[in-house]
């Protein structure tokens, strides 16, 4: 085996960094937990449920149109979270961040409140062959409801999109391109700014399912060039339930009401109503008070971390891990992108990535098997499912060697 | 890695390397398919079913070391038996998987290997997503079988 120099160490204190994630120091089975499971949603750091308990304690009540104290502190705490989404995704203004339940609920608006008016008979709607079932069953949803058409952009063997088969997909009848920004089953970074020049030149708008790149990078939506990106609070460091979509201004000014209800008109009488303007109109309803106040909790602490020193050490992971992983005999990677995000999939031979991912759990290593919602990406690499581990900022290179060593007493189990 | 000796006994990880019984059957005259789409898991049972008796059973399809050694297991097991002794032994083996062996339930045999996986509480739609093929099989319905709501 290889060593251990080529890895640096990480930009921040890692062992201070794991202190503020209680649940890092549980054990699984009478052994250390080896959390590998972060692209289907990381753990929490103390901040966030500090956050949440300081809303419970300190200044929750409802928001929006209350006279009193409480009510007026929590339409504040709201709105700083919407500021501190605005400067974590360098968005223009504040308006055109919408509150939802996550990345899912964000495509399903833009599907529903912009694709129904914008949308027809003979349209397009391109796709790629690495979505999430997310970024892909709300676009079937509303071509089978328009009568559109949708096309997919292929992957090829590494399991990156080749730019000139989406390119060659885009055609004038091209309403949407939507695209991940990074895959969850196969750890591809797409190259947006390309793929949202080349959309916009055909005449589309472009949608960005953000939810694994926004935990993983900087993310600055005007350098993207898209028009939409929307990303899950769990998926980077915060609360489930809660997320939030950017859209360009003048889309959701001409957008229609999504959900109706109260907290997103004007005015109401039983003959006529008018909605409020962006981004109250798209969110009717009590919101998730306490979720943005642990999500913009989330977006501090990964600031003051820093991004860059994020991606930084976890590329180191992911070199380390790629080597090791590669070491096991019968060990095949899927997805093998040049640009990756620190993900890795895997199948091993004569072994079910479902006996693969009991037997790590009784080791404590925590990772996910099965087809990730991503149905279309195991049919193209010809797998009914894979074994995937995710790294996020707290994990350690000593965690890759127990991922390691519990491969091979699964391969010697299995013989 | 007890616990996982107890799950994966040798005769499961000889029978998912080696499944017995694989393959289609031409005279079959009935067949039903299991499928759990969650996790991929897809099995096809094949019956010759005649006087009452299963004559012979084979089974084709992919899955996990569990469903596999499983479906292999069951195919042994049914040879000759009759279709009243066969639900029994559906039954005797749905109870060793979930609670335990049943007292007074029928003789399991090789099948008693199973009984590690009740301490697995995720993997028993796996080991049983055979049998429920099977029973679909005997009852000659048509839509494939899942057992992906089962605790």
Known sequence: ?415 | MNDLRDLYQEVILDHNRRPRNFGTLPRANRLAEGHNPLCGDRVTVYLDLADGRIQDVAFEGSGCAISTASASLMTEALKGLTVEETRGIFHGFHELVTHGEEAGGPDLGKLEVFSGVREFPMRVKCATLPWHALMAALDGKDQPVSTEQER
Not at chain 1, 11 to 22: G, W
Not at chain 1, 168 to 191: C, D, E, K, Y
Request: glycine residues 10%.
């Open chain 1, 1 to 415: 085996m290889s060593t251990l120099a080529a890895i640096s160490k990480p930009a921040y204190d890692l062992a201070r960094v794991r202190a503020d994630f209680p649940i890092l120091a549980r054990e699984i089975h009478g052994r250390p937990l080896v959390y590998l499971d972060n692209a289907a949603s990381t753990q929490k750091p103390r901040a966030v449920a500090a956050a949440i308990v300081d809303c419970y304690e300190g200044w929750y009540a409802n928001v929006e149109r209350g006279v009193h104290t409480l009510s007026q502190l929590a339409t504040a705490h709201r709105e700083r979270a919407r500021e501190t989404v605005r400067r974590f995704l360098n968005a223009p203004s504040a308006e055109e961040i919408v509150f939802t339940r996550g990345t899912t609920e964000g495509i399903n608006l833009v599907a529903e409140a912009w694709g129904r008016g914008n949308v027809g008979p003979g349209d397009e709607v391109l796709i790629t062959g690495l979505e999430h079932h997310s970024n892909l069953v709300p676009w079937q949803r509303l071509c089978e409801e328009r009568g559109a058409l949708l096309r997919v952009a292929p992957i090829d063997d590494r399991g990156e999109v080749p730019l000139e088969d989406f390119e060659r997909l885009l055609s004038p009848r091209t309403r949407v391109a939507a695209f991940a920004h990074i895959s969850n089953a196969l750890g591809t970074v797409n190259p947006v700014r390309e793929m949202a020049g080349l959309a916009h030149r055909a005449g589309a708008i472009v949608v960005v399912d953000g939810a694994q790149a926004v935990p993983h990078m900087t993310v600055d939506v005007q350098a993207l060039g898209c028009d939409f990106y929307a990303f899950s609070g769990h998926k980077v460091y915060g609360p489930s339930g809660i997320g939030a979509l950017w859209g360009r201004r003048e889309l959701l000014d001409a957008m229609p009401p999504w959900q109706s209800g109260g907290g997103m008109v004007r005015t109401v009488s039983f003959e006529k109503t008018t909605y409020a303007e962006p981004s109250h109109r798209f969110e009717a309803g009590t919101p998730f008070i306490e979720g943005a106040a642990g999500l913009a909790a989330a977006l501090d602490y990964l600031t003051t971390l820093g991004l860059p020193a994020v991606a930084s050490w976890e590329g180191e992971l992911l070199a380390l891990a790629t080597e090791r992983l590669l070491e096991i005999p019968g060990l095949r990677l899927v997805g093998t992108a040049r640009s990756k995000a620190a993900v890795l999939s895997f199948t091993m031979e004569g072994i079910h990535p479902h006996d693969l991912g009991t037997i790590l759990d009784q080791e404590g290593v925590a990772i996910r098997a099965g087809h990730h919602c991503a149905q279309p990406v195991m049919q193209r690499f010809g797998v009914p499912a894979t074994a995937r581990a995710s790294f996020g900022l707290y994990n350690t290179p000593g965690e890759v060697e127990a991922l390691a060593a519990a491969l091979r007493r699964a391969r010697e189990l299995f013989g």
